[in-house]
């Protein structure tokens, strides 16, 4: 599901989200582990609102295994707890409960403190569009929770579920508007598929995917494309030549040609951008800390 966002959007789903976070205790934060920085929203802190938060980075498998452990690193450098999941096949999902456990520790101890009996620790997930938000609740609910909010006009009451003995989920997940400023933010949106691609031009995600492959997957992208003697990047301006030279090679090797012997991009930026995202590449970041 691809939604547009526009100002008045935001401004809405922004105090939504700060209404909601009062009946919680626990933010969960969803990233996807490929773009652990492009996947985030910025006004994640300020909408968590002081509330414990927890950060999963999701995706797993699809992500270089190195490049996540420094990410994981660096978010713990900031004070953040950070757990690796895959959402998909469940991997890591079964420890939720019980980090999100310890982070409510604190509260409640001051409730215990003063004779209450505290209640089981309510949890929200939140996140852009396509990180894996709705796959992450039917994991922990053990079940597909129906999205009856999608039909217009009917407000769906919503519902606590549980999950294991501490925890309670809201089933229906925090919806955030990915960043749209930075051009580089916006590339690795739309390499994985995280926004609409009519916004952005097939040729230049393609273009974005084989310099990050020259640079630091070299190996799986020669494979793919049995490409020999790959090319180096300088870091000036023949970097473009050598770059469309690279285009023409996958072009002829997949037979992408137009009338006349030309090479057809748009094809070619096609089939690139659509290895990378159905992970013929292997499980490659698009990003570092
Ligand atoms: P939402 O928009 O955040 O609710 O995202 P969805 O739950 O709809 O997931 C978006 C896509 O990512 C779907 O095709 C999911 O099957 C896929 N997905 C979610 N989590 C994972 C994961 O951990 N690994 C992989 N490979 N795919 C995932």
New binding site residues.
């Given amino acids: 599901?691809t939604i547009q966002w526009y100002p008045g959007h935001m401004a809405k789903a922004k105090r939504q989200m700060i209404e909601k976070i009062k009946q919680i205790d626990v933010v969960i934060e969803?990233v996807d582990s490929r773009i652990p920085s492009s996947s985030r929203n910025p006004l994640v802190e300020e909408i968590s609102s002081g509330k414990p938060r927890l950060l999963l980075m999701?995706?797993?498998?699809?992500a270089d295994r190195q490049a996540t452990k420094q990410w994981k690193e660096d978010f713990e450098d900031q004070g953040l707890t950070v757990h690796l999941?895959?959402?998909?096949t469940g991997q890591g999902v079964a420890t939720i409960p019980d980090a999100v456990h310890k982070l409510t520790a604190a509260r409640r101890k001051k409730l215990e403190k003063r004779g209450f009996r505290p209640h089981a620790d309510r949890a929200l997930i939140l996140?852009i569009?396509?990180?894996?938000?709705?796959?992450?609740i039917n994991r922990l609910a053990g079940k597909k929770i129906a999205k009856i909010g999608d039909r217009p006009g009917v407000t769906k009451a919503q519902q606590w579920i549980k999950v294991g003995s501490t925890m309670e989920l809201l089933d229906t997940?925090g919806i955030l508007w990915p960043k749209f400023e930075d051009p580089r933010v916006g590339l690795c949106l739309a390499a994985t598929g995280a926004i609409k691609e009519e916004l952005l031009d097939f040729q230049e995600i393609a273009l974005f995917l084989l310099k990050t492959m020259l640079t630091h997957y070299r190996e799986p992208l020669a494979e793919r494309y049995t490409l020999e003697d790959l090319p180096e990047l300088a870091g000036t301006e023949e970097d473009q030549d050598v770059l469309i030279r690279l285009f023409d090679d996958i072009g002829r090797k997949r037979g992408c040609l137009m009338s006349g012997g030309y090479i057809d991009y748009d094809r070619v930026s096609e089939i690139i951008v659509r290895d990378y995202r159905s992970q013929k590449l292997g499980p490659l970041t698009l990003e570092w800390p």
């Fill in positions: 599901m969803l999701n995706k797993i498998d699809m999941v895959n959402s998909q996140g569009p396509n990180v894996g938000k709705s796959t992450l997940p």
